[in-house]
């Protein structure tokens, strides 16, 4: 099993980017995803989840109307397009994949909820 972050880099406050997550050794196309955020020196935490068909998505109150969380499971991959992006924004960006296909409250709120990680990218908004 392989999930692959990628996309991070450095921003400016404002400033607009897309995170991808390709995933391998398992069947992406029946699981619900999820992004989590780690800032330097704070707990990992929930950012965003995604059921399996894409219907129905989930976001932290701090990135509602900012992010928007989005999958292709043609291609295995997920995707986290951020907007409007803010300092406090700067975290490494992990992908994970759930146990099941729809994204259940409150467990995709939690680290434990997931069965699979990725390894990470780091997102820099700065001025």
């Known amino acids: 099993v392989q999930l692959q972050a990628s996309g991070g880099g450095s921003v400016q406050p404002g400033d607009s980017l897309k995170v991808s997550c390709e995933a391998s050794g398992f069947t992406f196309s029946n699981r619900a995803m999820g992004w989590f955020r780690q800032a330097p020196g704070k707990e990992r935490k929930f950012v965003a989840a995604?059921?399996?068909?894409?219907?129905?998505?989930y976001y932290e109150d701090d990135v509602k109307g900012r992010f928007a969380i989005s999958r292709d499971n043609a291609k295995n991959t997920m995707y986290l397009q951020m907007n409007s992006l803010r300092p406090e924004d700067t975290a490494v960006y992990y992908c994970a994949a759930d146990r099941y296909s729809e994204s259940y409250y409150p467990d995709r709120m939690f680290s434990g909820g997931y069965q699979h990680w990725g390894q990470g990218t780091l997102v820099t908004v700065s001025s």
């Open positions: 995604i059921n399996w068909s894409g219907s129905m998505t």
